[in-house]
Antibody, heavy 115, light 107 residues
Framework: QVQLVQSGAELRKPGASVKVSCKASGYSFIGYYMHWVRQVPGQGLEWMGWMNPDSGGTNYAQKFQGRVTMTRDTSIRTAYMELSRLRYDDTAVYYC????????WGQGTLVTVSS | EILMTQSPATLSVSPGERATLSCRASQIISTDLAWYQQKPGQAPRLLIYGASTRATGIPARFSGSGSGTEFILTISSLQSEDFAVYYCLQYDNEPWTFGQGTKVEIK
């Protein structure tokens, strides 16, 4: 069965970077785009962008352009999302989700930005 | 960017009753709309895509309708496990955008 397993919670200071991983199993990793979505605690959902695991191509939401980088390592079927120049309002749960319409999600990774 | 507006923000319903949730898009999105259910501490769960197609394993009491700018999610007879927050998502135009959510709570 399809599984997306994300890395554990992270604590970072403002201005730092964080890299979250998402390990895929149960399907052809390079056959489906990987998306990243975040959720500020107690608030709604926000799409950050997608990555094509086959080509490495990406498309980021304008809000995150210049700060987010989505990459992959096909040898270990893992996608990554790195967010730089972290701010307090980047504190959120970050999810990976397999291709539209996002029938499969990772369990989420809480990133806390605090001094 | 397409704005998605859900109503109501909170819906109080008794178990066994029908729940009707609305989602409006700021421009036409055809049927490129999905509905998700989210419970505390969990990832969203896909219920409906293509405005009206139930995802695998989703009970028949969940149904979706609409096209263009107006969409409805209906839960025909609420079960205890259905009390949660529901989000709509448009995937017609990037950036994909969510509604702000409707919380379905026990009356």
């Amino acid at each position: 069965q399809v599984q997306l397993v994300q890395s554990g919670a992270e604590l970072r200071k403002p201005g730092a970077s964080v890299k979250v991983s998402c390990k895929a199993s149960g399907y052809s990793f390079i056959g489906y785009y990987m998306h990243w979505v975040r959720q500020v605690p107690g608030q709604g959902l926000e799409w950050m962008g997608w990555m094509n695991p086959d080509s490495g191509g990406t498309n980021y939401a304008q809000k995150f352009q210049g700060r987010v980088t989505m990459t992959r390592d096909t040898s270990i079927r893992t996608a990554y999302m790195e967010l730089s120049r972290l701010r307090y309002d980047d504190t959120a749960v970050y999810y990976c989700a397999k291709d539209l319409p996002w029938g499969h999600w990772g369990q989420g990774t809480l990133v806390t930005v605090s001094s | 960017e397409i704005l998605m507006t859900q109503s109501p923000a909170t819906l109080s319903v008794s178990p066994g009753e029908r729940a009707t949730l609305s989602c409006r898009a700021s421009q036409i999105i055809s049927t490129d709309l999905a509905w998700y259910q989210q419970k505390p501490g969990q990832a969203p769960r896909l219920l409906i895509y293509g405005a009206s197609t139930r995802a695998t394993g989703i009970p028949a009491r969940f149904s979706g309708s609409g096209s263009g700018t107006e969409f409805i999610l209906t839960i025909s007879s609420l079960q205890s496990e259905d009390f949660a927050v529901y989000y709509c998502l448009q995937y017609d135009n990037e950036p994909w955008t969510f509604g702000q959510g409707t919380k379905v709570e026990i009356k």
